[in-house]
Structures are given as structure tokens and as C-alpha cells.
T-cell receptor, first 112, second 113 residues
């Protein structure tokens, strides 16, 4: 079964700092999604990455995909408190049907 | 508001019972996905429908079933409920079944007592 591992699971950082969340997966896929979830809330789509080398940026967040390394990153620049949430990556596998696998999530706390 | 509507928001029921969760996708979306989120299992994909037909199956138990109706709303039926079925169940929808962005509903929190 495909494994999707996020690192770190918990992240506490000060405002203004930079950090990267990593998402490793164990099978071939060229479709990866990043979501944000606030406590008790639904998942909000952040990025859709559909090809090797894809890079997308929105505000202080930037996501990239390296399908050869089976790795996606979510980079946070100059963190602010409003970014505190849990971030999930999700891998979409289409070569053996149509399956979606979520990572374990990274709980981010930005300290003022 | 994502445009995906799930009802009910909260559900408390006893072990052995059966419940139905309902999802209305965003206007224009033909694909519906169901997910289960629990503390021990994380976020798990259950099943996907596209225009009324099942397109993909994940870790869905045999006690669970789903369908998508002609008006594109979907229902997830959970039967012979166990304590371990307590979780947040999300529905998501997208325009097509493959590579487009999926929008999530607010979820139904199921508590089995």
C-alpha cells in the first residue's frame, strides 16, 4: 500500500521565520495536492501540482513537486500567526485505478 | 464556504445502528468523494463517484456503502456501527474525476456510543 509521510508532524515556529514541510510518497504519481485544515474545520485546497517540477506560490506559501524523488515541499516564508493550522499533502494515484492518499498532516503553530 | 453541503453536522448514535450521511456537491461538479478522518487512522479516502457511477474505492469497510443519485447528491450509509467508526466524515466534490481541485464540505461528526 502507498505510504505518504509528512515531516515534521508538529512544527512550532516564531513569526518571521522560514520553514519547509516535506511530503514523501512511495509510489509513482504526478498529481499532488496540499490542503489546510483549521481546528474543527474542513479542508481548504491550497495547491494542485500536476507535473514534475511544478511550483506554485500563494502569499507566504510555496509548494513544489519532484516526481522523480517522490517528494513535495511546502515552504513557509516569514511566517505569521494566521498560518497556524494543520497542513496535509495528498497523493493522487491514477495508474492503478484512481486512489487518493493523504499524509499524516503537519500541525503548525506560529508563535507571535 | 466551499459550496459543498453536508448534513447532518453532528450525529450521535448507538453501536449496531445504521446512519446515512448526505452530501450535495458544488454546482457543476460531477465527482463526489468521501473521506473519513479519525485520530488513529488520519484522513482516509473511502470512495469516489462520478456522474452516478463508482470510480474508485479506498479503505471502505463492507459495512459501509455509498451511492450518487441522478441529481448528483451522494449518500454514505454506515451500518452495524462500532465505537471505532466515530470520526469526522468529509465529502468533497470536483468537476472531473481526475486532476482537478476538490472542494471539501464541513464534514459530519459521527459519534458512536
Amino acid at each position: 500500500e502507498l505510504k505518504v509521510e509528512q515531516n515534521p508532524l508538529f512544527l512550532s515556529m516564531q513569526e518571521g521565520k522560514n520553514y519547509t514541510i516535506y511530503c514523501n510518497y512511495s509510489t509513482t504519481s504526478d498529481r499532488l495536492y496540499w490542503y489546510r485544515q483549521d481546528p474543527g474545520k474542513s479542508l481548504e485546497s491550497l495547491f494542485v501540482l500536476l507535473s514534475n517540477g511544478a511550483v506554485k506560490q500563494e502569499g507566504r506559501l510555496m509548494a513544489s513537486l519532484d516526481t522523480k524523488a517522490r517528494l513535495s515541499t511546502l515552504h513557509i516564508t516569514a511566517a505569521v500567526h494566521d498560518l497556524s493550522a494543520t497542513y496535509f499533502c495528498a497523493v493522487h494515484v491514477t495508474n492503478t485505478g484512481n486512489q487518493f492518499y493523504f499524509g499524516t498532516g503537519t500541525s503548525l503553530t506560529v508563535i507571535p | 464556504d466551499s459550496g459543498v453541503t453536508q448534513t447532518p453536522k453532528h450525529l450521535i448514535t448507538a453501536t449496531g445502528q445504521r446512519v446515512t450521511l448526505r452530501c450535495s456537491p458544488r454546482s457543476g461538479d460531477l465527482s463526489v468523494y468521501w473521506y473519513q478522518q479519525s485520530l488513529d487512522q488520519g484522513l482516509q479516502f473511502l470512495i469516489q463517484y462520478y456522474n452516478g457511477e463508482e470510480r474508485a474505492k479506498g479503505n471502505i469497510l463492507e459495512r459501509f456503502s455509498a451511492q450518487q443519485f441522478p441529481d448528483l447528491h451522494s449518500e454514505l450509509n454506515l451500518s452495524s456501527l462500532e465505537l471505532g467508526d466515530s470520526a469526522l466524515y468529509f465529502c468533497a466534490s470536483s468537476v472531473s474525476p481526475k486532476n482537478t481541485e476538490a472542494f471539501f464540505g464541513q464534514g459530519t461528526r459521527l459519534t458512536v456510543v
